[in-house]
């Protein structure tokens, strides 16, 4: 009852009150990232949409990037970037560089156009088309964001990359990682040390305890692990 409830009557409104906040920011930062703007803008579905491209809440994406602790000499790296979002909100900190990466051309496009019109950036924005499977991850990379772009065997090799990109350049790098449903996966390779998790919210049954969680870790160098 209390889930037919929810999904029914508070659901409908946060998602409007959502949207209408989105745009405001939206067009306050000189940006598109609102998940209906860009789907009618690909003329896709928005249900279909948000089923893989859904943005994280501005307000979510800000205390998100707070919570990262990000540092000037940190580069910020964005797997699945989407329209960016996250690129955009840590571009207005003080950062040495943030690089956004997504596979879809016409996504990749649109995160370009808002790297270059965002109003307030500090830092430089990259963002490159492209398979994350395939993608050399740059040496300077500190830390990495992943909002749940994939899972499964492709998930794991691509944490396998950031390892490799580690070992090969030694320093510190992070993980943080949105809708942690692979967390185990994560942890087979016992080279990340888990570390603190965040809500970015609430919905009704275990399955969105997770969703709306986000999982900061900790890459162990060789020597250590």
């Not at 889930?3 to 409908?12: G, Y």
């Not at 209906?36 to 803008?41: H, L, P």
């Not at 492709?154 to 809708?179: G, N, T």
């Not at 603190?196 to 986000?214: F, H, N, T």
């Amino acid at each position: 009852m209390i889930r037919w409830l929810f999904e029914n009557t508070v659901r409908p409104a946060q998602l409007a009150l959502r949207e209408r906040v989105s745009l405001r920011i939206d067009r306050k930062l000189n940006v598109r990232t609102t998940d209906e703007v860009i789907a009618e803008q690909l003329g896709v579905d928005i249900g279909v949409f948000r089923n893989t491209q859904r943005a994280l809440g501005w307000s979510g994406a800000v205390r998100l990037v707070r919570r990262m602790d990000l540092r000037p000499s940190d580069v910020l790296l964005d797997i699945g970037c989407g329209a960016g979002r996250i690129l955009c909100a840590a571009a207005r900190t003080p950062v040495r560089r943030v690089i956004g990466l997504d596979i879809d051309p016409k996504i990749a496009a649109i995160a370009r156009e808002n790297a270059r019109h965002l109003q307030g950036r500090q830092a430089e924005i990259e963002v490159v088309e492209g398979n994350a499977l395939s993608y050399e991850i740059p040496d300077d990379v500190t830390v990495v964001f992943l909002y749940n772009p994939f899972g499964g065997e492709v998930f794991s090799s691509v944490l396998k990359r950031l390892i490799e990109a580690a070992d090969r350049a030694p320093r510190q790098l992070h993980l943080v990682y949105a809708h942690p449903f692979e967390h185990e996966r994560v942890m087979q390779l016992k080279r990340f040390i888990p570390g603190k998790r965040l809500s970015l919210g609430w919905r009704p049954g275990k399955k969105w305890a997770v969703k709306l969680a986000v999982q900061f870790y900790r890459l162990q160098g060789r020597k250590e692990a």
